[in-house]
Nanobody, 117 residues
Framework: VHLVESGGGLVQPGGSLRLSCSGSGFTFSNYRMSWYRQAPEKERELVAEISTAGDSTNYADSVKGRFTISRDNAKNTVYLQMDSLKPDDTAVYYC???????????WGQGTQVTVSS
């Protein structure tokens, strides 16, 4: 099983980034997908999650209205569009796959997002 995040980088406040997470080795469409982030010396927190079919989403209050999660099951990929970025969004962003049924639970290696002028 592999989850590979990409799209992180350095961006100025107010800017945008689009993260991608590609999965392999499991039936992607049977897994709820989510994005987490962890800033230095802070606990990992849920940013956004999306149902297996992509028809239900949930966001942390701190990113509502600025971030959008989506998925393409044909491409085994989940996305996180991040707009109006703030310095507080600086963190390592992780992709997670959670099985709709059963014990499957997988994490990606993370991608760094830095928001700074």
């Amino acid at each position: 099983v592999h989850l590979v995040e990409s799209g992180g980088g350095l961006v100025q406040p107010g800017g945008s980034l689009r993260l991608s997470c590609s999965g392999s080795g499991f039936t992607f469409s049977n897994y709820r997908m989510s994005w987490y982030r962890q800033a230095p010396e802070k606990e990992r927190e849920l940013v956004a999650e999306i149902s297996t079919a992509g028809d239900s989403t949930n966001y942390a209050d701190s990113v509502k209205g600025r971030f959008t999660i989506s998925r393409d099951n044909a491409k085994n990929t989940v996305y996180l569009q991040m707009d109006s970025l703030k310095p507080d969004d600086t963190a390592v962003y992780y992709c997670r796959a959670t099985a709709r049924m059963g014990p499957g639970n997988y994490w990606g290696q993370g991608t760094q997002v830095t928001v700074s002028s």
